[in-house]
């Protein structure tokens, strides 16, 4: 006798829902699954080798974190959703810099949402649902998600993520928004927050770049300032700028590290901001990490020669 091929291909799916296809139980807990969650499989996939070069770990992380969540899924209840900062994850944010991965869900009372190993589950009052679907996933809306997020985020990570949402490339969400969502959900620890919020950042290390530069007692620098020649011909848009004293700040991920046409553009940039008689001062990953006070001394330093004074 010919035995039952699954029917789900890749695709997550309950235990129920593989019985009633027809997939034996010895099957379904054999090594041909995968058991993310209690009562849920999905089909393991072959390995295949690649020859390309190993993503960065948190890439790794979140597409684990994000097929996770499609696995969960199956075993949710109609009306719940991701929340918290799974919410935020799910929509692009930042990944917080000690995130534990828990995924977080959430229901409207009297729903109790699923409770199991690695997920945290919350249960609010009865209120009008702001969920949307996003990729086949139910995600709560970004304002309520960040505002949610304020129990297991640091500052930091906070202001962070609100750069992100708040951006003008991407307009997710406004901080009006987040000043009125907070007041609602009587946040008052997120008022002071919202208020070094801005929305010129393009990345996590730059925000973060930011706020340690303004904590260690530095003027606050603009951002994403156009540079233009006296012609008017445009030189750059720097990161973080303090026009005055013509110092331009920028976080150097090094992404173009090895791209050798993008690394001639960089070059060729950093040169037409010095001819605007601009001193740009790259912070470098390792200026930041682990001891911050080392950007915050060359930055220092720029600005004193250029004639700041404390």
Known sequence: ?????????????????????????????????????????????????????????????????????????????????FSHTSALVLRGAPTPRDWDQAIHISGIRPRNPVRTRGVVSHRFAPREAAFTVRGGLRVENPVRAWVQASAQLSDLDLIVAADFLVARRRRIATIEELR?????????????????????????????????????????????RELFTSSGTFVARLDQAYPRYRVAVEFDGRQHAEDMVQFQRDADRWRAIGDEGWHLVRILNHHLEPDPSVALDIVRRALLRAGWRP
């Open 180 to 224: 009125i969502e907070a007041a609602r959900m009587r946040r008052p620890r997120l008022q002071g927050l919202i208020d070094r919020v801005r929305d010129g950042a393009e990345s996590a290390k730059e925000t973060e770049l930011r706020i340690r530069l303004v904590d260690g007692g530095l003027p606050e620098p603009d951002l994403a």
């Open 1 to 81: 006798m010919t035995k039952k091929r699954p029917s789900f291909g890749s695709q997550p799916f309950t235990v129920a829902e593989g019985l009633e296809d027809g997939i034996g139980r010895g099957t379904l807990d054999g090594p041909l699954f995968e058991r993310p969650f209690h009562g849920v499989r999905q089909l393991k996939e072959k390995e295949v080798p690649s020859d390309s070069a190993n993503p960065p770990r948190k890439v790794v992380e979140l597409r684990a974190f994000k097929k996770r969540c499609a696995q969960l899924a199956v075993r949710m209840g109609a009306d719940d959703f």
